[in-house]
């Protein structure tokens, strides 16, 4: 290592005598190793810094490490290196220090390079101190003056004109002249040094922005003999600095103000005491726009939206863009019905077509209102107008809602909801309850449908309608639809084994949009299949049709996988989408589960029945099995069968039952059955 290294690495003894020399020594100072060793470091080092040898011999006698040494060196050849040296001590093998090592890299070339650099920056100061500076001289006695070309060109000086401390005051912005009386009331005074940024008006009239450096010179009685005023003309600085500032205040787009801009109106009304009102303005369904016409077309529709937002308000209020697809408007002193007024007209004003690239092009938006409260800050009341425009689009869009504290505390517990989700897994505080599917001719259970619960340490049982909705939302559905796949075929597979006469039972489970355009998703189905052992065709999976028309580009080669697989796919809640026949053909579904909302007045209105009739009817066409879900009453159970329906679950009978009750319940379940014989048709309870 010390040969290769590209270092000269020294080593001497107690009396200086050099005892070692690498390659890296060869090559940097030219004598051979032969030649080196035994040598003094005379024969290469020049005379160094008074006392400089003994105070790095004292460090190292006392076992210390010397870094960082400079040193300049004379190579064999005569010339002379820069060096950068550490030497360290070396101790014999009785553990005594038997020497030192010096490790020394030639740094010539970086010390030429930092020299160079040094000058440079130093002609660089020059050129930027002659750059566009003047200077003016003034007589604290005579109030004689003098100044420079440079000068004279910068405040619009015709040739031989003069100047005087008066004219220099006249030609100042009128903003600025009290600041300048200011400044040489001090230097009068005393005060030796003064600093000035100041506008002045040319004769031509232009504006020049200047930068003025004032120096006092005083006389033998301590008092101000002469100012030296150094000024450089900082217009192009100033002017770029003024864009760059609008530029932070305001849209590129359309030119309104921004997000910052608006929080200070805001900010300012509040301070004077003014009751503001804010409204958030969101176009509905804006990437449909995008979409259709790029996003050249969707910028100039917000362009023309914002000069309709800007004609729709009062003289005064001001109207900016959030961000987006998102317009604020700042109103000071509105009550609510104003605002409600306002928030009509706008809607109204935007519903007229905008005419871009040829095209009539409609659009709706959401408005979000909020009032300021005697407690509100500027985000505060951004923050409720926003929260308030969710809810208008939530509601459909195109509408006006105002802001209510209530709305904060219903967000801010839907955020605690979604944490806290997060978790649930991990935390184990889900667990399925399971609800029999009834053989209407044998009254025995065919299979049980998976129904998921949260236990929730704090809140208790959280109905899956409040929290399914924000698994779908974020996304969190598919690691919790995974575990509730798993869960459920283990569970009825274990029930097959264990209890007699459940061999045969079907597992049915609720599987999202989500999941099912998941291209890993037949994966997932598969290793849970392989996990729990159970026969693929005892699996059910089962997806609304609301998903299945929200989702028009199923994976079809999900579908054939899922179908190689032998699991079956059934159509939940059917009858409350647009299902269309050749759309089931298609998905290869199995099932159809007639929702509980056709099945509540069988039995009480005549025409209830028409539906689940066509349905059933359709369904024996398509050779597809029928559920009715939601069965409550004899009244309906006699009705179903009536019409030919021979699969239901519902209350009449069970409610869901937990995982650990469900042996029992099939136990008793069949025994009862024997025991009644078959002709029995009293409902399981």
């Not at 932070?248 to 003014?274: C, M, W």
């Not at 109103?331 to 009509?344: F, T």
């Amino acid at each position: 290592m010390v040969e290769s290294s590209g270092d000269a690495i020294i080593g001497a003894d107690m009396d200086g005598k050099i005892t070692s020399w690498n390659a890296g020594a060869v090559r940097m100072l030219g004598w051979s190793a032969a030649e080196a060793i035994g040598r003094n470091p005379d024969l290469f080092t020049t005379s160094p810094p008074e006392d400089a040898n003994e105070r790095v011999a004292e460090r190292i006698r006392s076992g210390a490490f010397v870094p960082g040494l400079e040193a300049r060196w004379r190579p064999k050849d005569g010339s002379f290196i820069d060096v950068e040296l550490t030497v360290s001590p070396v101790y014999g093998q009785d553990g005594k220090l038997a020497g030192a090592s010096g490790i020394a890299r030639d740094i010539t070339e970086i010390k030429r390079l930092r020299s160079e650099a040094a000058a440079e920056r130093r002609r660089l100061l020059a050129a930027q101190e002659m750059a566009h500076v003047g200077s003016l001289e003034y007589s604290a006695t005579t109030e004689a003056t003098w100044h420079s070309e440079e000068f004279a060109r910068i405040v619009g000086l015709g040739a031989g004109e003069s100047l005087s401390w008066e004219w220099m005051l006249e030609r100042t912005h009128p903003e600025d002249r009290d600041r300048v009386r200011q400044v040489w009331r001090s230097l009068y005074a005393g005060s030796g040094f003064e600093d000035i940024e100041y506008r002045l008006i040319r004769l031509d009239g232009g504006q020049r922005w200047l930068h003025s450096r004032i120096r006092s010179v005083d006389g033998p009685d301590g008092k101000p003999l002469q100012f030296l005023d150094t000024v450089l003309d900082n217009t192009e600085h100033k002017n770029a600095e003024q864009v760059l500032e609008w530029q932070a205040r305001h849209d590129a787009l359309t030119g309104l103000p921004n997000r910052y801009r608006i929080t200070e109106v805001l900010q300012g009304f509040l301070d004077h005491s003014s009751r503001p009102a804010v409204m958030f303005v969101d176009i509905d369904r804006f990437k449909l726009v995008n979409d259709g016409m790029g996003h050249s077309g969707g910028d100039r529709i917000l362009m023309l939206l914002s000069e309709r937002l800007t004609n729709a308000v009062r003289p005064g209020d001001t109207v900016g863009r959030f961000g987006g697809d998102e317009f604020i408007i700042v109103c000071e002193n509105m009550g609510m019905w104003a605002a409600k007024v306002l928030a009509g007209r706008i809607r109204a004003c935007i519903r007229a077509p905008f005419e871009v690239e040829e095209r009539q092009i409609f659009l709706n938006v959401s408005v979000g209102i909020a009032l300021a409260g005697p407690e509100d800050t500027a985000e505060s009341i951004l923050g409720g107008a926003d929260t308030a425009m969710y809810r208008a689009k939530s509601a459909g869009g195109d509408a006006s809602v105002v802001y209510h504290s209530r709305m904060t505390r219903r967000a801010s517990g839907r955020l605690d909801l979604e944490s806290d989700l997060r978790l649930a897994l991990d935390r184990e505080e889900m667990c399925l309850h399971y609800q029999p599917i009834i053989d209407l001719t044998t009254e025995t259970p065919l299979g049980f449908e998976a129904l998921l619960r949260w236990n929730h340490p704090d809140h208790g049982v959280i109905p899956p309608e409040t929290f399914i909705p924000v698994a779908e939302e974020t996304g969190l559905i598919v690691p919790i639809g995974a575990w509730v796949l798993q869960e459920t075929l283990r569970q009825i597979q274990q029930w097959r084994d264990q209890v007699e006469g459940a061999e045969e039972l079907a597992a049915a489970v609720n599987i999202s949009g989500r999941q099912l355009v998941a291209k890993d998703f037949p994966d997932i189905v598969e290793a849970a299949i392989l996990a729990s052992g159970i026969d693929p065709a005892a699996v059910h999976l089962e997806v609304t049709e609301t998903v299945l028309m929200d989702e028009p580009d199923l994976p079809r080669e999900t579908l054939q996988r899922l179908s190689r697989l032998r699991v079956g796919l059934s159509i939940d809640d059917f009858g409350t989408g647009y299902s269309s026949l050749s759309y089931l053909k298609w998905l290869s579904a199995r099932t159809l589960k007639i929702d509980r909302i056709f099945i509540q007045e069988l039995g009480d209105d005549p025409h209830s029945g028409t539906v689940i009739e066509l349905v059933v009817g359709m369904a024996k066409s398509l050779k597809l099995d029928v559920i009715a879900e939601g069965v409550e009453t004899l009244a309906q159970l006699n009705e179903l069968r009536r019409m030919g329906v021979t699969r239901a679950q519902g209350y009449l009978w069970s409610k869901p039952i937990p995982s650990e009750l469900v042996p029992a319940w099939l136990s008793g379940t069949y025994a009862s059955r024997r025991n009644s014989g078959d002709d029995a048709r009293v409902p399981i309870q």
